[in-house]
């Protein structure tokens, strides 16, 4: 079964390889009789272990999909507000409702990184077999690309900077009414360095390296 982990958590892993392996799995009832001695578990750390755990093995739920739903709505209602108030129900959603959207974009990239990071980890220490995402994701990206993505992103984000700033020289520094637009270039300045930091990070983790069994520091080569 290829089991991983060295502590509580070995059983959680133990059932869902089990189960992710198609394996038959069935329950045999045990009578429980009083423990003698002091019990060295610990119910809230021992608990946390195992859904700690658990959640390693679904970073798609955990992390990809409500990631992936931020961004989208977040970067959509940025993009609506952009040209100005948004009025639905009788009610106008103006600057204020932005700010909050560029939020949840900002909030939304995060996790999906995070996703990616929170998978590729799995793979690499053994806990996944093949992830078609992954797989997939590592046969367009490289180092490269990501640093060429990210530096676009920051790059069209400082730009409408520049352009925001031009427009107030020009004006002789007088009132200016450019929130909207300066909302949206943070927005993007922001991707792209997330993006650029992400590059780097997911490289290191890509990298092939030979598989060296994981060793018990507690553990002694004395038999």
């Not at 093995?57 to 993009?79: D, K, R």
């Not at 999906?112 to 093949?130: N, P, S």
């Not at 797989?135 to 409408?160: P, T, W």
């Not at 390296?209 to 520091?217: G, I, M, Q, V």
Request: hydrophobic share 45%; glycine share 10%.
């Amino acid at each position: 079964m290829k089991l991983q982990t060295l502590g509580m958590e070995f059983a959680s892993e133990m059932v869902m390889r089990a189960i992710k392996g198609g394996l038959k799995v069935l329950e045999i009832p045990i009578d429980y009789y009083p423990r003698k001695g002091e019990s060295k578990l610990n119910s809230f750390r021992d608990a946390w272990r195992h859904l700690r755990f658990m959640l390693l093995y679904s970073p798609t739920y955990l992390f990809l999909m409500p990631g992936a739903l931020l961004f989208l709505l977040g970067l959509l209602c940025t993009f609506l507000l952009l040209p100005g108030p948004v009025k639905i129900g009788g009610h106008a959603y103006d600057v204020h409702v932005m700010t909050v959207t560029s939020l949840l974009t900002l909030l939304g990239y995060q996790i999906l990184h995070v996703g990616i990071y929170a998978k590729t980890y799995a793979l690499r220490c053994g806990f996944e077999e093949d992830d078609r995402f992954i797989s997939g994701l590592y046969q367009i990206f490289n180092l490269e690309r990501g640093l060429v993505v990210g530096g676009l992103l920051f790059l069209f984000g400082f730009a409408m900077d520049a352009r925001i700033a031009y427009q107030w020289v020009q004006s002789g520094f007088g009132p200016l009414d450019q929130i909207r637009p300066a909302i949206l270039a943070s927005v993007f300045m922001v991707l792209g360095v997330q993006t650029l930091f992400s590059a780097f990070f997911l490289s290191m983790l890509g990298i092939q390296t030979r598989h060296r069994p994981h060793k018990d520091p507690n553990s002694s080569d004395e038999r």
